[in-house]
């Protein structure tokens, strides 16, 4: 079945949309599908991460429809929210590995240390002794532990990172 609005022009098309008009939409996306799908392909190495942007500008798309002012063109409208979605996503992957690296993977070394008495450790603060262990032996997160310090999650972190590199100079030679 043809789209009775493929033949209008965007601005016309996004009006319709905006005024309820679904079969606009349905127009719109015909159009622009493939250049917004090779736009993210080009720039993401995953299938499913150019699916999950992809879902996501048109989400955007939608719920910002009435944000849409028709006198600037719709392609670059929507290339605008395609950008933004993409920086989103890349920002979260990147903040994923960073959490990931902060956590110590367990070697197989024999001179590895798999558990420190964090009580008996004096080149620790206090803070860094219940933040490391609330961390890595309770297994909290960042905003748990931030709320039983009573400091900002940043800080948070930076006490756990300053608690661990006296450690790991402490046990220098071990994998901690």
């Given at each position: 079945?043809?789209?009775?609005?493929?033949?209008?022009?965007?601005?016309?098309?996004?009006?319709?949309?905006?005024d309820g008009e679904y079969m606009a939409f349905e127009a719109?996306?015909?159009?622009?599908?493939?250049?917004?799908?090779?736009?993210?392909?080009?720039?993401?190495?995953?299938?499913?991460?150019?699916?999950?942007?992809?879902?996501?500008?048109?989400?955007?798309?939608?719920?910002?429809?009435?944000n849409y002012n028709s006198k600037y063109p719709l392609l670059k409208w929507i290339y605008t929210i395609s950008k933004s979605e993409l920086l989103d996503y890349l920002k979260k992957k990147k903040?994923?590995?960073?959490?990931?690296?902060?956590?110590?993977?367990?070697?197989?070394?024999e001179n590895e240390v798999d558990y420190v008495d964090l009580n008996k450790e004096k080149v620790l603060s206090s803070n860094e002794k219940e933040a490391i262990s609330l961390r890595y032996y309770s297994a909290k997160d960042f905003d748990e532990i931030s709320k039983v310090l009573n400091t900002s999650k940043a800080n948070t972190r930076k006490i756990i990172s300053r608690g661990l590199a006296k450690l790991r100079k402490k046990y220098k030679g071990s994998s901690l």
């Open positions: 079945m043809v789209n009775p609005f493929s033949h209008l022009e965007d601005e016309k098309l996004m009006q319709l949309y905006v719109i996306y015909m159009r622009y599908k493939n250049n917004i799908y090779t736009y993210l392909n080009k720039r993401l190495k995953s299938e499913s991460a150019v699916e999950d942007v992809f879902q996501n500008i048109f989400i955007k798309f939608h719920k910002s429809k009435d903040i994923i590995e960073v959490q990931f690296k902060e956590t110590d993977a367990k070697s197989t070394q």
